[in-house]
């Protein structure tokens, strides 16, 4: 199947610090990247569509100032979480879905990224 | 808007089957899929029902009733490693290509 991948898997840093996160589809062209939050033992909550040379669409409730997303190619799209604060520690999971699925119902995610804000 | 609720935990011992349920109330979409995570993991795609009925997919099978907004998983001759969170989720008609998770349902496998 199709590889997603992530990096860093996971990362810590100082309140007030911004932290990029990468996404990268491995072996298929992506137009559209997904970033997802999720609190431990809680589903998955999407926070923005991330699409290949356009802007992001925020999800409601979602700071796109805070949040800031860039999908400069098919195959990878950024998630920088600026001066982050302790409540912005969280897992934060990217999908994406192949560019040949059409109305693809399969996402391939990548392995996350655990951000811890002390 | 969407909604689907699922049980939080089920609890089963190796090498039964289980079921794992999901309602919906949703305004369309094009299907219900499933998904699922292991602690710390990502999720990983399962099932999707696109029309009406059961698809098998191994030990696993997925149902899915449009009339009743209805859909489960069925995990057969469980084991172990089936000790995970499951995720039903729906690609909304509004939003083509957007996921709706539910919140999940915790999976506890018992030898």
């Known amino acids: 199947g199709a590889v997603v991948s992530q990096h860093p898997s996971w990362v810590i840093c100082k309140s007030g610090t911004s932290v990029k996160i990468e996404c990268r589809s491995l072996?298929?062209?992506?137009?559209?990247m997904f970033w997802y939050r999720q609190f431990p033992k809680q589903s998955l909550m999407l926070m923005a569509t991330s699409n290949e040379g356009s802007k992001a669409t925020y999800e409601q409730g979602v700071e796109k100032d805070k949040f800031l997303i860039n999908h400069a190619s098919l195959t990878l799209s950024t998630l920088t979480v600026t001066s982050a604060h302790p409540e912005d520690s969280s897992f934060y999971i990217c999908?994406?879905?192949?560019?040949?699925?059409?109305?693809?119902?399969?996402?391939?995610f990548g392995p996350g990224t655990r951000l811890t804000v002390t | 808007g969407q909604s689907l609720e699922q049980p939080s935990e089920v609890t089963a011992v190796e090498g039964a089957i289980v079921q794992i349920n999901c309602t919906y109330q949703t305004s369309g979409f094009y299907g219900l899929s499933w998904y699922q995570q292991h602690d710390g993991g990502a999720p990983t795609f399962l099932s999707y029902?696109?029309?009406?009925g059961l698809e098998e997919t191994g030990r696993f099978s997925s149902f899915l009733s449009r009339s009743d907004s209805y859909g489960y998983l069925l995990l057969q001759e469980l084991q172990m490693k089936d000790s995970a969170s499951y995720f039903c989720a729906v690609t909304p008609m509004e939003y083509g290509n957007k996921l709706v998770f539910g919140a999940g349902t915790i999976l506890r496998v018992k030898s």
């Open positions: 999908s994406a879905r192949d560019l040949k699925g059409g109305v693809s119902y399969e996402q391939y």
């Open positions: 072996d298929f062209q992506a137009t559209t």
């Open positions: 029902n696109a029309l009406d």
